[in-house]
């Protein structure tokens, strides 16, 4: 199973980015999929998760309202639209799958098999 994170980089206070994370899973639409960050010196940490079917999502205390999932089954890809971002979002951030259908969501990276290499998201003050 291949999992390729994109779409990180450098923006100010203020500004707004998304993350995509393209899968070869054959089984793409009957995973949940979440996203995690770590940033340096922390553990990794819970953002979001959205359901098989994109009818649930859940998001951190932190990024809620702020940040966006999305999924697109046909293109085997998940979205994650990062909006008024802090200096406090700069991780690197990973996207990943539970290996199981029909499970609950996960929100604890634990929970979570397919994991992508991640991507470095820089928030400038």
């Known amino acids: 199973v291949r999992v390729v994170e994109s779409g990180g980089g450098l923006v100010q206070a203020g500004g707004s980015l998304r993350l995509s994370c393209a899968a070869s899973?054959?089984?793409?639409?009957?995973?949940?999929w979440g996203w995690f960050r770590q940033a340096p010196g922390k553990e990794r940490e819970f953002v979001g998760a959205?359901?098989?079917?994109?009818?649930?999502?859940y998001y951190a205390d932190s990024v809620k309202g702020r940040f966006t999932i999305s999924r697109d089954n046909g293109e085997k890809t998940v979205y994650l639209q990062m909006n008024s971002l802090r200096p406090e979002d700069t991780a690197v951030y990973y996207c990943?799958?539970?290996?199981?259908?029909?499970?609950?969501?996960?929100?604890?990276?634990?929970?979570?098999?397919?994991w992508g290499q991640g991507t470095q998201v820089t928030v400038s003050s």
């Open positions: 990943a799958a539970q290996k199981f259908a029909g499970v609950a969501v996960g929100k604890v990276d634990n929970e979570y098999d397919y």
């Open positions: 899973l054959l089984t793409f639409s009957t995973h949940n």
């Open positions: 959205i359901s098989w079917s994109g009818g649930l999502t």
